[in-house]
């Protein structure tokens, strides 16, 4: 018998897990939030008999049930053992950026008991590391508004669960306004010249075609392309027969306006014409220098 898709959303409170939850709903998913996970074999077997009704499911889990953490190895392995198949999608976000939401919202954090909200904030952090490094999926929510929580989770609910292919999401960022937090692979091109010490360039970025010509029309470029399309040809194959699922590529320079947009676009191109699913997102484009 075929096992119904089973996703689950956890990560660290005040990192979106709620959006996240509604963006599946509104894409046809049958979602339940908070969930004890002690429950989940029972409900799972109750799913095989209304197969028609639970087409695709996902369980919001995290610290507001205290035996999450402690039972969901288990279990999880327990249910994998039975045929159903898990991805895990793990939201998160830097701690300056959830204090604000806490602040802005006024919840109380699950571990704020008798502690400060920055020390629960810090303490979930340590409790949840083993299951961050489980997850299929990270999604680092600090620089994302709701629409672009939800439309990210909207692509993945899309993606189903048809071939099982890797998914590859190429970020162009800028360093001055730090790493990306969820990148498995972050390529430095500071290397190459700036046209941000153009006068006349400096306005534009790497969408435009002045910007693209300058960066592009550069013996250093295009050896630099041809280097790095030979890595990526041999590293996604592999990453693919591990079993990840998504492979995310930051391409990073000083600002993230110029360089990074265009050689980020590049890096799209050449993976999407191998015919694999790509996202392309510029971080910082409209970030001031």
């Known amino acids: 018998m075929k096992r119904t898709p089973i996703t689950i959303v956890t990560g660290r409170s005040g990192s979106g897990k709620s959006t996240a939850l509604a963006a599946f709903e509104d894409s046809g998913y049958y979602c339940v939030d908070n969930m004890p996970v002690a429950l989940l074999p029972g409900f799972l077997n109750l799913s095989l008999d209304h197969a028609d009704a639970f087409t695709s499911l996902v369980f919001g889990m995290d610290l507001r049930e205290n035996s999450f953490i402690r039972q969901y190895?288990?279990?999880?392995?327990?249910?994998?053992?039975?045929?159903?198949?898990?991805r895990i999608i793990f939201l998160e976000a830097e701690e300056k950026t959830l204090l604000r939401r806490y602040s802005q919202t006024r919840r109380r954090h699950p571990l704020a008991r008798e502690?400060?909200?920055r020390h629960a904030i810090r303490s979930e952090k340590t409790i949840l590391a083993s299951l961050r490094r489980k997850a299929d999926q990270i999604i680092d929510t600090t620089d994302l508004n709701v629409h672009d929580l939800k439309s990210i989770i909207r692509k993945i609910a899309t993606e189903g669960t048809d071939d099982g292919a890797m998914n590859v999401q190429v970020v162009s960022f800028g360093y001055k306004h730090g790493l990306p937090g969820h990148a498995d692979l972050v390529m430095d091109v500071r290397f190459l010249k700036n046209p941000y010490f153009d006068p006349a360039l400096r306005p534009l970025n790497g969408k435009t075609e002045k910007i693209r010509s300058f960066v592009l029309n550069s013996d250093q470029?295009?050896?630099?392309?041809?280097?790095?399309?030979?890595?990526?040809?041999?590293?996604?194959?592999?990453?693919?027969?591990?079993?990840?699922?998504?492979?995310?590529?930051?391409?990073?320079c000083t600002g993230g306006r110029h360089r990074s947009v265009v050689i980020a676009e590049q890096l799209c191109d050449h993976i999407t014409?191998?015919?694999?699913?790509?996202?392309?997102t510029h971080r910082d484009i409209n970030k001031s220098q």
């Open 73 to 86: 190895e288990s279990i999880l392995d327990t249910l994998t053992g039975m045929g159903f198949h898990f």
């Open 115 to 117: 502690k400060s909200i």
């Open 221 to 252: 470029t295009c050896l630099f392309l041809q280097k790095y399309f030979d890595l990526l040809d041999l590293l996604i194959p592999q990453y693919e027969n591990e079993g990840k699922s998504y492979l995310t590529i930051a391409v990073g």
């Open 273 to 280: 014409a191998l015919g694999r699913k790509t996202e392309l």
